[in-house]
């Protein structure tokens, strides 16, 4: 009975497995991280991005090259999210609870919005800013992050 358990446990971990989509591969020839995202959340997460994020942060996450300094306020404005400013210093994990729980009030305005979006809202602009970076930044970011 006890094996019989184990196979059925067995199976249906790797039944549902087999339902989760691969986000990566390996390029065996140059050894760079690839990306292998659904393209139906990128559009969803662009539409996000485009109704709740693009006055902040640009249309194509460009923001400004301003923001590394603090404006009159003493905050630093939105930062770039397109793989020119830290964004990619941050795994999935920190930026979605920037995007829920906001930024520190002392340091910027990044709002809070986990009374707004919901998380599959928040996974899909993720992924949406993701696929804006250089191949270079996703393959130190995966290897920094995901890949330990």
């Not at 971990?13 to 990306?35: K, W």
């Amino acid at each position: 009975m006890k094996i019989r358990n184990f196979l059925l446990v067995s199976m249906v971990v790797l039944i549902a497995a087999c339902g989760e989509p691969a986000q990566h591969r390996i390029n065996s020839e140059t050894g760079m991280v690839e990306r292998i995202f659904d393209e139906n959340q990128i559009k969803h997460g662009e539409a996000v991005y485009v109704a709740n994020c693009v006055v902040c942060h640009g249309h194509n996450g460009e923001a400004t090259s301003e923001w590394r300094k603090t404006g009159p306020d003493g905050k630093y404005p939105p930062p770039p999210l397109n793989g020119t400013a830290h964004t990619w210093h941050h795994s999935t994990e920190v930026l979605k609870r920037t995007i829920l729980k906001g930024g520190p009030p002392e340091f910027g305005s990044m709002p809070a919005w986990e009374d707004k979006l919901t998380e599959q809202q928040v996974d899909d602009v993720i992924v949406w800013i993701k696929s804006l970076w250089p191949d270079e930044i996703y393959d130190v970011w995966y290897k920094n992050f995901e890949g330990k």
